[in-house]
């Protein structure tokens, strides 16, 4: 739909500076999907991989970035597919 802010996730004890992280990332993925529809990117900073799957459930989350720890867990919880493999 037009005007779709695309949610990247990410867990950690430290929100701020996992934002300022990520944030140049998703802006550009929303910004290159602009002709999609996506108007903006959003960072969403679980304090768990728990809550993260549960975030990645319910659909406030649109892609998960993590080592493969994390997201093997949200995996096995039937919460997300990996897709990409960072190195």
């Given at each position: 739909?037009?005007?779709?802010?695309?949610?990247i996730?990410?867990?950690?004890d430290?929100?701020?500076?996992?934002?300022e992280?990520?944030?140049?990332?998703i802006d550009?993925?929303?910004?290159?999907?602009?002709?999609?529809g996506?108007?903006?990117?959003?960072?969403v900073?679980?304090?768990?991989?728990?809550?993260?799957?549960?975030?990645?459930?319910?659909?406030?989350v649109?892609?998960?970035?993590?080592?493969?720890?994390?997201?093997?867990?949200?995996?096995?919880?039937?919460?997300?597919?990996?897709?990409?493999?960072?190195?």
């Amino acid at each position: 739909p037009e005007g779709t802010t695309l949610v990247i996730g990410s867990v950690s004890d430290d929100p701020e500076e996992e934002a300022e992280v990520f944030q140049p990332f998703i802006d550009h993925v929303a910004d290159q999907l602009g002709d999609a529809g996506v108007s903006g990117g959003d960072v969403v900073v679980a304090e768990s991989v728990e809550e993260m799957a549960e975030l990645l459930r319910t659909g406030a989350v649109d892609l998960y970035v993590d080592n493969m720890s994390g997201v093997t867990e949200v995996v096995a919880d039937g919460a997300g597919t990996p897709l990409l493999r960072r190195w």
